[in-house]
T-cell receptor, first 109, second 110 residues
């Protein structure tokens, strides 16, 4: 069965520090992986997807099939990065979008 | 403007009442989803649909039901609301590349 694990419920860092939000998945096929973000009082929205291999707002994420991981990284955190981050998985071009439990990132000034 | 809309935003209702949470999207997406989310917590998939007349239950068992008679409309119904149904309900629709979420309905059953 598909499963997404985010081991940290809360991650607190100071402004300018590096950030890594962990995501591990279990799926036997070829998944699509995503990171979604929910800022305070805003809708859940897509941050980035592994296929596009982009850097969005300074965040990057690399799919590691050997370790079945898709960790989200940013070299220098900003206060405006404070939000709830969800890792999500979908089988390519098909049905369910499954979310992890989420990690709350707090960036202190 | 292409968007996904949920109404109502907030609902407080008594135990035993029947309620319908509305979700509509104007993006022409075939796939739509309902998630249940407690504040700051995990999103649990409770229903999804691949298109008109297609509905499936999600990973989290739910007493709610859904229908998909039109592409743009995916309402969720609780026949008899209970305090355990108190939660936030998020509707989403997806293209093949991205899921778009509504603003959610926060339901409180008293």
């Amino acid at each position: 069965a598909q499963r997404v694990t985010q081991p940290e419920k809360l991650l607190s860092v100071f402004k300018g520090a590096p950030v890594e939000l962990k995501c591990n998945y279990s799926y036997s096929g070829s998944p699509e992986l995503f990171w979604y973000v929910q800022y305070s009082r805003q809708r859940l929205q897509l941050l980035l997807r592994h296929i596009s291999r982009e850097s969005i707002k300074g965040f990057t994420a690399d799919l590691n099939k050997g370790e079945t991981s898709f960790h989200l990284k940013k070299p220098f955190a900003q206060e405006e990065d404070s939000a709830m981050y969800y890792c999500a998985l979908s089988r390519y071009n098909t049905d369910k979008l499954i979310f992890g439990t989420g990690t709350r990132l707090q960036v202190f000034p | 403007e292409a968007d996904i809309y949920q109404t109502p935003r907030y609902l407080v209702i008594g135990t035993g009442k029947k309620i319908t949470l509305e979700c509509s999207q104007t993006m022409g997406h075939d796939k739509m989803y309902w998630y249940q989310q407690d504040p700051g917590m995990e999103l649990h998939l409770i229903h999804y649909s691949y298109g008109v007349n297609s509905t499936e239950k999600g990973d989290l068992s739910s007493e709610s039901t859904v229908s998909r008679i039109r592409t743009e409309h995916f309402p969720l119904t609780l026949e008899s609301a209970r305090p355990s149904h108190t939660s936030q309900y998020l509707c989403a629709s997806t293209s093949n590349t991205e899921a778009f979420f509504g603003q959610g309905t926060r339901l409180t059953v008293v």
